[in-house]
């Protein structure tokens, strides 16, 4: 069981992580400024986000409970997978002595990379596997956090700084080479519930789960910086907010939109398949 935990451990830092991915999209890398009005500028970014298929982005920040996070993933929204690798600095609750963490979603499957430590009570075996439908994915794999954010658009919260009554434009910002202008504005979560109310029931309900994981946190308000290319999307997004662990304070740049995103299951020599060992468990 303490290598189940572990695990568990491991993933709930990425999902934390993973949560604060999803305030924007990625732009295509023009080198125009937009001109407009703050709020409908970002307002029409968030529209923008409909039609992206994959994305690949770079993260950097300060996590809840995790402290300092650097990483790098690959998504594909249809059909859903994703690979993501991040380094965790030593301290943090789920990964105490830090280091890399690396997750693949593929074939409606999650796995974990728990490297060295990880195969020496494996059999060698460094990856583990979580298949969500055969472990039911229930109330206990709810807690990875990265299967309930790693298998969704990262646009579904882009409309999250839409909803800001005070979006006001900052100025124009080079990101990655790419000539942008920068919106900040704050909003607080209960505002925030408010101004779901117009939308369809199926975006409504998938921004109130989002919604539900940053309550959890302890947040009751967040500031958002979104950077606009002249595309009108967002090549870059800042998340920051006070939880109850610790700042959140993650900032996303994207590229490689719309570009073929390939994830290759691990190898099965070197997987540990968990529904697997839970029924051998049981058998025993």
């Not at 969704?152 to 100025?171: D, I, L, T, Y």
């Not at 870059?236 to 590229?255: K, M, N, S, Y």
């Not at 994830?263 to 070197?270: D, F, L, R, S, Y």
């Amino acid at each position: 069981m303490g290598l189940s935990v572990r695990t568990r451990g491991r993933a709930a830092g990425v999902g934390l992580v993973a949560l604060a991915l999803a305030g924007g999209v990625a732009g295509c890398g023009t080198e125009k400024t937009v001109d407009v009005d703050p709020a409908a500028a970002v307002a029409k970014a968030a529209k923008n986000a409909e039609d992206i298929t994959s994305l690949s982005y770079r993260m950097k920040g300060e996590v809840p409970g995790e402290g300092e996070v650097e990483g790098s993933a690959a998504m594909s929204m249809d059909p859903v997978a994703l690979s993501m690798k991040m380094e965790v600095a030593p301290g943090g609750v789920s990964l105490p002595e830090g280091g890399e963490v690396e997750i693949r979603l593929v074939d409606k499957a999650m796995f974990i990379n728990g490297g060295e430590e990880a195969a020496k009570e494996m059999d060698g075996k460094s990856w583990i596997k979580f298949d969500l439908a055969a472990l039911g994915a229930g109330d206990e794999l709810s807690e990875l956090g990265g299967a309930s954010q790693a298998d969704k658009n990262p646009a579904s919260e882009a409309g999250f700084m839409a909803g800001a009554e005070n979006v006001e434009e900052v100025g124009t910002e080079t990101v990655d080479g790419v000539e942008t202008t920068h919106y900040r504005g704050d909003i607080t979560l209960a505002d925030l519930r408010e101004s779901f109310k117009d939308e369809n029931k199926a975006t409504r309900e998938a921004r109130e789960k989002s919604l539900e994981q940053y309550e959890d946190m302890g947040i009751d308000k967040m500031t958002m910086d979104m950077w606009v290319d002249g595309d009108e999307r967002t090549k870059q997004f800042q998340l920051r907010g006070d939880a109850e662990q610790g700042p959140l304070d993650v900032t996303i740049t994207f590229f490689d939109v719309n570009k073929p995103v390939e994830v290759k299951v691990p190898p099965a020599a070197e997987t540990m398949d968990l529904a697997e060992m839970m029924n051998d468990l049981q058998a025993g």
